[in-house]
């Protein structure tokens, strides 16, 4: 992540990414969606699917969702991939790398050790 110092044009920039990572450790599974986005309801559905019941923020429902998302961008280090999941406070990444984290069997723990899941 971006070193944020105190200067003011820093700390404007830095402002989302500690943001992010702010809203990204206050539940156990977070995601950063668009209402509109299939992609994104998808990943909601394959959450509550699995009985977690993940945080999530909508960004275009959000006055300043424009920069949250570029914030995410940065963390991604690629363009705009909505949504982007946060498990236990650290980056799984877009709906690809959720996808391929349940595919070989690594989210369910993922999930267990940030305290999502129980069973």
């Known amino acids: 992540m971006q070193h944020c110092?105190?200067?003011v044009r820093q700390s404007a920039a830095?402002?989302?990414l500690e943001r992010v990572m702010r809203l990204a450790s206050g539940s156990a599974v977070v995601i950063f969606s668009v209402s509109s986005c299939c992609m994104c309801h998808a990943v909601k559905r394959l959450f509550c699917g699995m009985g977690v019941n993940p945080s999530v923020h909508e960004l275009d429902q959000d006055p300043r969702g424009k920069e949250i998302e570029r914030a995410l961008m940065t963390l991604l280090g690629s363009s705009s991939a909505m949504p982007v999941v946060f498990i236990g406070g650290k980056l799984v990444g877009p709906m690809d790398r959720v996808m391929?984290?349940?595919?070989?069997?690594?989210l369910v723990?993922?999930?267990k050790e940030a305290g999502?899941?129980?069973l």
């Not at 391929?100 to 690594?106: D, F, Q, V």
């Open 5 to 7: 110092d105190n200067s």
């Open 116 to 118: 999502a899941l129980w």
């Open 14 to 16: 830095c402002e989302p």
């Open 109 to 111: 723990p993922l999930l």
């Open 100 to 106: 391929a984290s349940h595919i070989n069997g690594t």
